[in-house]
């Protein structure tokens, strides 16, 4: 079991920072949605895989709350968003694609550097789960700030919950609470964002941040 | 023979507040929830005296020291009297259409869904449960901020999401490499994840990761803080959401997550091969306060000035537990609970001014010494004690604070002189065309209560010309606890 279990948990782990940078290059938000929904399906995968040669049955759990909410319901949802209010299709990136991938090969490269010398008394699979986890979080970070548009910062956002639940899932023996806090936290946060959603559509027709930041302008005055 | 302390009082102050949020959820008449909402606060307060009487040893779950137990008095007694301000502060609101019975419901739920997640995360003795409650106090104070469903108010409410999301993200990384870092001496589960069990292995866990995950920490719950550089929702959920709110806000969600950071600190102090952590914390403490104490003079909105203030102070407190030792500690203990009180006082005026002149823009209002002397000078007061001016409670601690770092660090010291200086101009000047000059027209009578306001002033001034002899020596405690 062991170098195959090693290796595939690697090649999974690999695959969700992939989707992460189809998540950076995106510029259409239904393309947007789709990659969400694959790294989604991959983390359910990479979950369900530690929980294997972990022989730990609750991380299973955890594979089928991603799987089910995080790769279907989700991006269900949030296409009759886009649907009902007849979102433009582009994404608008702040940034050229060019230099977000840039940036985001940097942040990987920081967080292998920064992860895996002060892990070394760490077991193996671990630290290179914990270093790929890293790069998840943070290019999850760098597309909520690259993104302008609602919809793109909150892909982004539980985009950087999948790194999240990815270090959870990779640590040995990490109790269930926290991974079914992360859960009920994804869906809480949805609910609050369907609330948004519902609101800036009613005052701005619109879901782009940028006309917020004109009405804040505006009331703050010279 | 003496009884052994059961967990009796620590579950009535949590089951409290959970079931008023419950209950509050199906009160439609607003006037009946507003009160049982003060009935809760005080039971809340009275299972926090019988916890002060009987503290239970720690369990996984719940943990209550000295450190956390004045906290969570502290809460308790800020929550009470903010209901009894809110009591009133609604029924305003409601007169001028402002909110419906309706969005009042849901306010009433989520305060107290708000008090006990706070409670929670001061009791918690596992890392988890403290994340999970700081990300549920986060949550509710994100859905209270938005009540008003104005486009501002939206604006403010998605900034704070958005920052504290991925403040709170960060934290939780944190808190796996925590676990990471405590799961080869305690084996899996749950142990490596309870605060005393790792207090107690401290000394041998690898400090490679204990740095890394601090790091994680302190960027993380420093963001709920309001340290520098992602402070930038504080202020605006302060100016949006409903005065009560900016009050807790203020006077305690910032403490609570200020807390969880100096519960890590201790872990690292324990460590002792890891890099210094308060050398790290003292210069984003410092950092954030001079920030804010230049944005301050730019201000015109009240409740975002006074949140400013409030930025200020948080960094004052981050710089004194970050130097340390048993002074610095002691003043930023005491300066904790005092600016607590007195912020939240000055919410509760800032409150009861918008509503009798109608605005927030603070170059509108005058002479409110004149129009009304009671407010009035309730604000004059409040501004005098937030501004570190003797016999206010809070020259003692900024007094204390500032020589001791001056006898260790001239440097940092200097700049923090300098940054109180900068804030206490910009809280002379605005205060000034507040209070005096020329009565304001078209002003509106007062009907709200002013005892919660005046019991809080009345508390800081008290401690600034005698400090009870119990209450120093148990500050004196925790400080030695902090290292």
């Known amino acids: 079991m062991g170098e195959i279990g090693y290796d595939t948990a690697h090649l999974l ?73 007849g979102i433009q299709r582009a994404a608008e990136p702040a940034l050229g694609v060019g230099p977000t991938l840039v940036a985001g090969v940097s942040l990987v490269t920081l967080s292998l550097l920064l992860v895996i010398p002060t892990t070394a008394a760490s077991a193996a699979l671990t630290r290179e789960d914990l270093a790929l986890a890293l790069s998840v979080v943070l290019l999850g970070l760098l597309m909520m700030i690259t993104r302008r548009n609602a919809i793109g910062q909150v892909v982004g956002f539980m985009s950087l919950e999948n790194g999240l639940i990815l270090a959870a899932v990779g640590v040995k023996g990490m109790p269930l609470v926290v991974e079914m806090s992360v859960a009920f936290a994804v869906m809480v946060a949805f609910i609050i964002f369907g609330i948004f959603f519902f609101q800036i559509r009613e005052r701005f027709d619109s879901l782009d941040l940028r006309r917020l930041d004109d009405v804040h302008a505006e009331e703050e005055g010279p | ?180 870092s405590a799961q080869p001496l305690l084996g899996g589960g749950a142990a490596a994840m309870t605060w005393t069990a790792l207090l107690a292995v401290a000394p041998r866990i690898d400090p490679g990761v204990l740095d890394l995950a601090f790091v994680f920490l302190l960027v993380g719950y420093g963001t ?44 690292m102090g324990a460590n002792g091969q890891v890099l210094p952590p308060g050398t790290l914390m003292a210069a984003m403490g410092l950092a954030t306060l001079l920030l804010a104490a230049f944005m301050l003079h730019r201000r015109r909105d009240m409740k975002r000035f006074f949140a400013y203030s409030s ?120 205060v000034q065309g507040m209070a005096f000059g020329p009565p304001m027209e078209g002003v509106r009578e007062l009907r709200a209560p002013l005892a919660p306001l005046y019991a809080h002033l009345a508390l800081v001034l008290v401690a600034g010309v005698w400090l009870p002899p119990p209450l120093a020596a148990w500050f004196q405690s925790v400080a030695g606890m902090l290292g």
């Open chain 1, 13 to 85: 782990g690999a695959l969700v920072l992939l989707t992460s940078f189809a998540l950076l290059s995106q510029r259409r938000l239904s393309a947007l949605i789709s990659a969400f929904a694959l790294q989604s399906a991959l983390l359910a995968a990479a979950a369900a895989w530690q929980g294997l040669i972990q022989d730990s049955p609750h991380l299973f759990v955890t594979a089928a709350i991603a799987l089910l909410l995080k790769a279907v319901a989700i991006p269900l949802a949030l296409r009759r968003v886009m649907e009902r209010f």
């Open chain 2, 1 to 180: 023979m003496t009884q052994e302390p059961t967990l009796g009082p620590a579950l009535a102050i949590l089951l409290v507040p959970a079931l008023a949020a419950l209950g509050l959820a199906l009160v439609p008449a607003w006037r009946l929830a507003a009160r049982l909402n003060v009935v809760a606060s005080g039971l809340t307060l009275a299972s926090a005296a019988w916890l002060a009487a009987a503290p239970p040893a720690p369990t996984p779950l719940l943990l209550v020291d000295d450190f956390n137990l004045y906290l969570v008095l502290l809460t308790a007694f800020v929550g009470f009297t903010t209901s009894l301000f809110s009591a009133g502060y609604v029924a305003h609101e409601l007169e001028d259409g402002r909110l419906t019975p309706r969005s009042l419901r849901f306010y009433h739920a989520m305060f107290q869904a708000f008090m006990l997640a706070m409670l929670l995360a001061l009791l918690a003795n596992n890392l988890g449960l403290l994340w999970v409650a700081v990300e549920g106090a986060t949550l509710t104070t994100v859905l209270m901020v938005s009540l008003y469903r104005t486009a501002a108010a939206i604006e403010a409410a998605w900034k704070y999401f958005i920052l504290c999301g991925v403040g709170i993200a960060l934290a939780l990384f944190g808190t796996i490499l925590m676990y990471l």
């Open chain 2, 311 to 430: 930025i200020e102070h948080m960094g004052l407190m981050a710089f004194a537990f970050g130097i340390g030792g048993p002074v610095a500690n002691f003043a930023g203990l005491l300066h904790m609970t005092l600016h607590s009180l007195t912020k939240s006082a000055i919410f509760f005026a800032v409150g009861h001014v918008a509503q009798a002149a109608g605005t927030q823009r603070m170059d509108r209002v005058t002479g409110l010494t004149a129009s009304h002397p009671a407010l009035g000078w309730a604000l004059v007061a409040g501004v005098a004690a937030i501004a570190g001016l003797p016999p206010f409670g809070l020259f003692m601690s900024e007094f204390l604070l500032v020589t001791s770092a001056f006898a260790t660090h001239l440097v940092p010291a200097s700049l923090l002189a300098l940054g109180l200086l900068v804030g206490f101009a910009a809280l002379v000047a605005r």
């Open chain 2, 224 to 267: 709920k803080v309001g340290l520098a550089p992602l402070n930038g929702w504080l202020p605006d959920a302060h100016a949006e959401g409903p005065t009560p709110i900016s009050g807790v806000l203020s006077g305690l969600l910032l403490n609570v997550a200020l807390y969880a950071v100096l519960r890590f600190k201790m872990l």
